[in-house]
């Protein structure tokens, strides 16, 4: 599996869905007003949009800690090839929410007037940097050690195995095309449509003659890749946001998508089901794992030893030796105990 392989995964993975279920009445559908209905009772920012699928996704601290995880377990078969690498920094611990505040375009007032159309920082293509040019300075023998090779597997591939042990399958492709088709979709919804026209003659007020939201973020003069955000863009970002606003565009978009979810969730109950078993069995192993290394580091280095990441291991995991020795990789040290007399116990 190469790397673009393994990249696809980890990004299908972390769309996958959470094991809460929820879903009101599939087929009562928000009633429309001009202004439209509120996003959230209390909402007052676009980034408390809230959508049926959600609950399904990882939220962006699941997702952080599922690449610690990640990362533990990959140090730790990189350990048995004697290679080592300082991995970049996954950063803070992020909220425990989805972020839905860019899917209709610009819609947070307060980022607008700070990056205009640009992601925010630590967002996308800019924060992406430090990872692709530590990416880029792996030697061949760093690299086949990660990614493998066409006679060898990598330790990307060993770590996700391991990692999906015991979870179920769910069709995850088939929930993110439906997660982008309901955008799409609802987009041409009678009261979206009216709402759009009701944005473009605000815009055009404004004196910003875009057709729809997407030609106003899309205009090249803002070049989106680099990193320059000028005052022009910042200014016609917040303009957008109103209109978005006034014109009742965002609420009556985010309504008829929150609808069209309830009923997919309604209709394929069983799929949906198969994808919150999915993602509870995984976030199970992600938290299995980074518990047994909290344990096993603090008694390890209680007694003086190098931590060891497998012991002592729940019971999920009783057969990581197996693994590591089937995936031809060291297996893991025994943890040392720490006896009542301070003598360190084997």
């Given at each position: 599996m190469d790397r673009r392989h393994i990249t696809a995964l980890v990004a299908l993975v972390a769309a996958a869905l959470t094991a809460l279920a929820a879903c009101s009445d599939p087929d009562q559908r928000p009633e429309h007003s001009a202004a439209g209905?509120?996003?959230?009772?209390?909402?007052?920012h676009a980034s408390e949009l809230v959508l049926p699928f959600d609950t399904y996704k990882w939220t962006a601290r699941e997702t952080w800690l599922h690449d610690r995880a990640r990362r533990v377990l990959t140090e730790r078969c990189l350990e048995g090839r004697d290679v080592s690498l300082d991995f970049p920094d996954t950063g803070p611990e992020p909220p425990d929410s989805y972020d839905n505040s860019r899917?209709?375009?610009?819609?947070?007032?307060?980022?607008?007037?700070?990056?205009?159309?640009?992601?925010?920082?630590?967002?996308?293509?800019?924060?992406?940097g430090a990872t692709?040019?530590?990416?880029?300075?792996?030697?061949?023998?760093?690299?086949?050690?990660?990614?493998?090779?066409?006679?060898?597997?990598?330790?990307?591939?060993?770590?996700?195995?391991?990692?999906?042990?015991?979870v179920p399958e769910a069709d995850l492709p088939w929930f993110a095309d439906q997660s982008a088709e309901t955008l799409v979709r609802t987009e041409n919804d009678p009261t979206v449509t009216q709402a759009r026209k009701r944005w473009r003659t605000c815009m055009n007020q404004a004196g910003h003659p875009y057709t729809d939201p997407s030609a106003a973020i899309g205009d090249p003069r803002w070049n989106l890749e680099g990193p320059t955000i000028t005052e022009r863009e910042k200014k016609?970002?917040?303009?957008?946001?109103?209109?978005?606003?006034?014109?009742?565009l965002l609420s009556n978009w985010h309504a008829a998508e929150t609808a069209l979810q309830r009923q997919l969730i309604a209709r394929h109950a069983d799929t949906f089901e198969a994808l919150s078993s999915h993602k509870r069995a995984l976030l199970k192993n992600v938290l299995a794992v980074l518990n047994s290394q909290a344990v096993s580091g603090s008694r390890a280095t209680a007694a003086g030893h190098r931590p060891s990441v497998f012991r002592p291991m729940p019971p999920l995991f009783s057969g990581a030796d197996e693994f590591f020795a089937q995936a031809d990789i060291a297996a893991p040290e025994p943890a040392v105990e720490q006896t009542p007399g301070g003598e360190p116990e084997p």
């Amino acid at each position: 599996m190469d790397r673009r392989h393994i990249t696809a995964l980890v990004a299908l993975v972390a769309a996958a869905l959470t094991a809460l279920a929820a879903c009101s009445d599939p087929d009562q559908r928000p009633e429309h007003s001009a202004a439209g209905p509120s996003l959230r009772e209390g909402t007052s920012h676009a980034s408390e949009l809230v959508l049926p699928f959600d609950t399904y996704k990882w939220t962006a601290r699941e997702t952080w800690l599922h690449d610690r995880a990640r990362r533990v377990l990959t140090e730790r078969c990189l350990e048995g090839r004697d290679v080592s690498l300082d991995f970049p920094d996954t950063g803070p611990e992020p909220p425990d929410s989805y972020d839905n505040s860019r899917r209709y375009g610009v819609a947070d007032d307060r980022a607008a007037a700070l990056y205009g159309y640009h992601l925010p920082e630590g967002e996308g293509s800019r924060d992406s940097g430090a990872t692709t040019g530590w990416g880029e300075a792996l030697s061949a023998e760093e690299e086949a050690a990660l990614y493998g090779t066409d006679l060898s597997p990598g330790c990307y591939r060993h770590t996700d195995s391991l990692l999906a042990r015991g979870v179920p399958e769910a069709d995850l492709p088939w929930f993110a095309d439906q997660s982008a088709e309901t955008l799409v979709r609802t987009e041409n919804d009678p009261t979206v449509t009216q709402a759009r026209k009701r944005w473009r003659t605000c815009m055009n007020q404004a004196g910003h003659p875009y057709t729809d939201p997407s030609a106003a973020i899309g205009d090249p003069r803002w070049n989106l890749e680099g990193p320059t955000i000028t005052e022009r863009e910042k200014k016609t970002a917040r303009t957008d946001v109103r209109c978005k606003q006034s014109s009742g565009l965002l609420s009556n978009w985010h309504a008829a998508e929150t609808a069209l979810q309830r009923q997919l969730i309604a209709r394929h109950a069983d799929t949906f089901e198969a994808l919150s078993s999915h993602k509870r069995a995984l976030l199970k192993n992600v938290l299995a794992v980074l518990n047994s290394q909290a344990v096993s580091g603090s008694r390890a280095t209680a007694a003086g030893h190098r931590p060891s990441v497998f012991r002592p291991m729940p019971p999920l995991f009783s057969g990581a030796d197996e693994f590591f020795a089937q995936a031809d990789i060291a297996a893991p040290e025994p943890a040392v105990e720490q006896t009542p007399g301070g003598e360190p116990e084997p």
